[in-house]
Structures are given as C-alpha cells and as structure tokens.
C-alpha cells in the first residue's frame, strides 16, 4: 500500500494507539463466575471419567467392522491422495525458515510446510485405517519420527512465551501453543487408531510418541499456569480468546488417550476446566464473538469439541450441553451469516467464511437447535456433499464416522431479519426474513480493545441482493507486525480505511478505553435503527465533544440512511468520511454517485474523492479480488456543530 501525503496526516496518533501488545490496552476479563466447575466439580470428575482402557470414541483400524461404516464412495479418493503422499518429497523445515518470523515478520514461509507435514501424515494414516494392508504403515512411521524430531511442535509466531522470546526454540523451556497442542492431539490419535501395528514396525514408535507427548505438553500442562492462554495466572487479568479452547481440546485428547495414570487424567480434565471458565467469563448473556465468526469454529466450536470428548468419555455422564451462554453461542454463527459465504467480518474476520458443516450440524444437535442443525445441513450441500479434510484428527473422525447424520440432516439457509447482540454492540438488519432480496446492513459499537480489534467502533457494511457493496476490508495475512506494539501501523486497522468519519486528520484510538456511549438499538416491521456516540472512540487531538451516529434501514422503501451530528470543541476543521467500495464508484453529479447496484447521496457540501486501492495481499485477493476503492466525502466544518447524510439505494 503506498504512503501518499494524506495518509501520513492519518498517521498522527497513530503511535500512540498502537499498543496492541500491551495488557493494559486490551479488555480485562470480567468477575470469574465458574460455570463449568460448579456444573461438574472435582470429586464428579473423579467418580464420572472412564480409564483409558474402556474408552472408545472410535473404531480403532483394526475393528474392520467398524471401519466398514464409512461410506464406501470415499474410500477410493483417500487411499488415492495416500498414493501420491508416498511418492511425494517429504518438506523439511530448516532453522534458516524458522528465524524469518524473527528476522522480517513472514509467517507463512515456514508455516506452509509444517503444515504440509501433518496433512501429508493424515492422509496416509486414514488411507491405512481404510485399506488396513500395511503398505501405508512405513510412511506413517517415517512421518511420525521425523515430527518427533522437531525442536518445537508448533510455530514460530508463537514462541514470544519462551523466555529467551521468539527465534529458535528452546527445547529445554518446552511452551504449549495451539499448534503444540494439535500436533500432540494428532499423535496421539494415531496411537489410538494403529497403535499396534506401528509396534509391528518397532516397538520405538509408541514409546516416542508417549515420550514426547509426556515431555511437551503434559507436563508443562500438569506444572505450569503461567502461559497466557490457561488463564490461571493470578497475575494476568485480561481476557482469553480462541486461544483457550482449541488449545485446550487438543491438550484433553493427548491426556485422555496417552496418560495411562486416571489420577492424572482427572487432574488434566479439572484443570482444562478452570481454564475455560476463564474463557467462558468472556462472553456476554447474548454468546456475541468478538472474534467474529471466522474464528467461530476455534472458539465455540473448540469448546464444544471439549464438552463432547469429556462427555464421551464419561460415559455420557459429564453434560453440559443445556448451559444458556452455550446455546446462545452456538446460534452466533448463523446470526452472524449475510448470504451464500458472506459473514458479517469486523476486526480481523475475513468476509468470506466456510464453518466446518460437521462442528455446526453437531454443535446443533448438542443444543436441540433445529435452526443450527439445518444450517449445518446447507453447509454440507453446499460443499457439494463431501468429507472435506482437516488437520484436526477429532473432527476427521467426526466426520467419517457421523457422515450419514449430516448427510440426511435437514438443509436451510439462515437468513435472518433482525439481530441485535448487546454484549458486542453489533446489530444486522435485512429487508426481509429469509431472503437475500433487498439491502441488509450490519454495525457495531462495542470498544478497540477486544479481541482481534481493529479501530472500527461505528463501522458498518451494506450488502444488496446478497452481495457486498460497502465493506469491511478484513485484514492481511498475519505477520510479526499484526500483534505487536505497531498494530495500528496497519492501514487495515485504522479507522481511516473504514467506514467512518476522520476529523481534523485524527483517527480512533486504540484500547478499551476508546469506546462508543449511548447505544441504543430498535426493529420493528418498518425499519430497524440502531445510533451510537462515538466521540470517546477518538483521540482527544480530534477535540470531540459529541458524534452521534444512526443508521437506519428502512424496510418499506429499502433504502438506508447514515446520518452523523457532531459538536466539536473549536472550529474550522477539516473532516472526511470514509466509505471502502466493493465496486469502481461514478460520481454522478453533485451529491450522487453510483456503487455498483446501490445510488448513494450525500450532501453537496462534501466533495467526493476516489481512490483505487490496489491489493497485493494474498488473503485480501482471496476476498476482494485485486482491487477495492476508497470514497473520500471531504468538507470543512466552519462552526463547531456539524450534520451530515448519506443515503443508499438500490438504482
């Protein structure tokens, strides 16, 4: 993105907004309240959990019984990839890829391959469970000893915990990130599932699964609290993300499947427990994600990942699955849908999203919710019907093993009219129920210290007939840069590049502090509204007594309305507002111009200015193709009150 002067201007405080880093300028988590411990306390733990013997969440390879339920129109396909893996050359992961993270920031150099290891493994390791000939069982080992013999199970952006910091990782100083964990998990189920003919191999197989299991994850998950996403450190009180549960699912299933010892098991499952409440405490009444729904299925979709193995591995005894927050934050991802793969995508949310159809549908059923499991449904015949592979063993094998399930499970768009999630601040409207006709808005208020924030409180984005007109860029791929003390260095996550107003050359600011008042929200048959104040969301340099902002859908006439009223503490200032095109915008005379399908008047006295943003990023293309455009609606406010509208509708 190149630096023109007026983006310089928009730089001012910039410095002293970007503290991402930093605790004091993210959320704190709020008053523990320990839902999960008081539903299932230590001693019911003790008495429910099963040993490691007599649980058998799946089929191991050799139960062929049990292998012969999966549906035999995949078979031919998964043993096909398998092929190729052992013909393909087997990506290694030298130190020199490991330091870039440090040495420039890349991330994805050395994360493509290590990835490319584990579903390399995968995919020989379901062809044998398949097949069950042994032809795939060398492969299988050869990948297991060569992951093994990786200093670090997970990646390199996330060794800032060790206490040398990021570089090279300190095997003595083993730390668990999510990748750790996911490796251990994967392992682990390997173990589970072909166990004994690995041994048949060399019994040095097992025996180092087991011992490198024990030395990086359940050890330090026994012994330690201090790493950020367990939420135990009394020291550390701000809040938990993602993080927690997925990390937390994984580290569960290498305990329950690798420590023979039920002591221990059990002291794994209570202490995985404390770790979520403090993830639980995060969440309002109304199961909003901050996160958005892109991480949806690591974050509710972990933790009910966590609730099924505990439940499955009590018996059935350990069920959870009537908690209200969980039910509520089940029904996020389909409140939080627009059209076809379109999700409502503030913070660093990408706008395209796929949720696993499989975590849906079950987290659905787990629930009773028929909405949910339908949803799930729609995902799984939009994916054209077929087992779409992932790194996560649990789930590969949910989705094997349940594929008749979502196969007949009911099939529904959601689609809904209204939504209003107060904890959040974040509001959708549509013209109608149940269909993509018409304009559907979404906004929010909420604060710039949440969880993968952006400095965007007020933003909005408008869709027409389903499809995106003014929009939420989204954000990058991550770098060193992404979560440091440079953040809103960004141009994705200034309030510059969103839908927003900048006054006098100064932008949002960024933590907690930098927050909307006065949020008031309304829907009804003939238009939705929903006004905001978000003066305290700025830099004092903006001198801002009040902005109240409304938006406002009208059903009837589908059109939208954006109108901002301001009192600033002097006068004379300069004052642009944003709006991030998704079409070439034509300036259609004073005051009218054209975004795609949608005319959009604004008032005369702002002269519009376009700019084409060329985007090179990768993971921006892949949403928005190579190019977005910025209106620029400029004007000067000659007095120290100010009032001004834009208007949307369909040409």
Known sequence: MLMNPTRRQLLIGAA???????????????ERKHLLIKLIPPPFVAEALLPATKWRPFPPAADRAGWEQIPAAFRPALVETAVVRIGSEWPVLPASLFLEYKRNGNRTRYQD??????????????????????????????????????????????????????????????????????????????????????????????????????????????????LHWMGLDPSDDTAMNNHTPWTNSNGLTTALLLEPDQQRRVGVVVKSLASLDRFLDVYKDDGGCDEGPGYW?????????????LHSASGGRIDVF?????????????????????????????????????????????????????????????????????????????????????????????????????????????RREGSTDGLYVAAQGGNNGESHNHNDVGNFIVYADGKPVIVDIGVENYTSKTFSSRR???????????????????????????????????????????????????????????WLRTIRL??????????????????????????????????????????????????????????DVALTDSKLRASWGDRLWRIRLAGRMTGAKGAWSIRLHKT
């Open 113 to 226: 391959p290590y990835f490319a290891r584990r579903e390399h493994l995968r995919d020989l390791v379901l062809a044998e469970c398949i097949e069950f000939r042994g032809r795939f069982v060398d492969g299988i080992a050869d990948a297991v000893w060569s992951i093994c013999e990786e200093s670090f199970w997970g990646v390199p952006a996330h060794l800032a915990e060790q206490r040398t910091g990021v570089g090279l990782p300190d095997i003595e100083d083993p730390i668990i990130d999510l990748f750790a964990a996911e490796t251990s998990a994967m392992l682990a189920w390997i173990w589970y599932l072909l166990g004994p003919e690995l041994d048949k191999a060399s019994p040095r197989i097992g025996e180092r699964i087991h011992c490198e299991a024990e030395r990086r994850i359940l050890k330090p998950a026994r012994e330690r609290i201090d």
């Open 488 to 546: 809103y260095e960004i141009w994705t996550m200034q309030s510059a590049w969103h839908n927003l107003p900048t006054i006098g050359g100064v932008m949002q600011g960024g933590g907690p502090g930098y927050r909307a008042t006065g949020v008031q929200y309304r829907a009804g048959d003939e238009a939705a509204e929903f006004s905001l104040n978000l003066a305290s969301a700025y830099l004092p340099e903006a001198g801002i007594r009040s």
């Open 322 to 430: 009537d908690m209200p927050l969980l039910r509520k934050w089940g029904r996020y991802i389909l409140r939080a849908h627009v059209a076809g793969d379109f999700f409502i995508n503030f913070a660093d949310a990408a706008p395209r999203v796929r949720p696993p159809a499989d975590v849906v549908y079950r987290y659905g059923k787990r629930i009773g919710d028929k909405d949910l499991q339908a949803m799930g449904g729609w995902l799984f015949h939009r994916g054209s019907g077929s087992v779409p592979l992932t790194r996560n063993m649990g789930r590969q094998l949910q989705q094997l093993f349940h594929y008749d399930d979502l196969a007949h499970a009911p099939v529904k768009e959601p689609l809904l009219r209204d939504v209003w999630l107060p904890g959040i601040q974040v509001m959708t409207a549509r």
């Open 297 to 309: 299925s690591e974050a509710a979709g972990a933790l009910m990942d966590c609730l099924e193995t």
């Open 16 to 30: 002293a907004s970007a503290a991402y880093g930093q605790k004091e300028l993210r959320e704190k988590a709020p």
């Open 554 to 611: 009208d059903r009837r006439a589908d059109e939208l309305t954006i109108e901002d009223r301001s009192e600033l503490a002097a006068a004379d200032k300069e004052v642009f507002f944003t709006l991030m095109a998704a079409y070439r915008p034509d300036v259609r005379g004073a005051g009218a111009l054209t975004v795609g399908p949608l005319a959009l008047l604004y008032d005369s006295t702002l002269q519009p200015v376009i700019e």
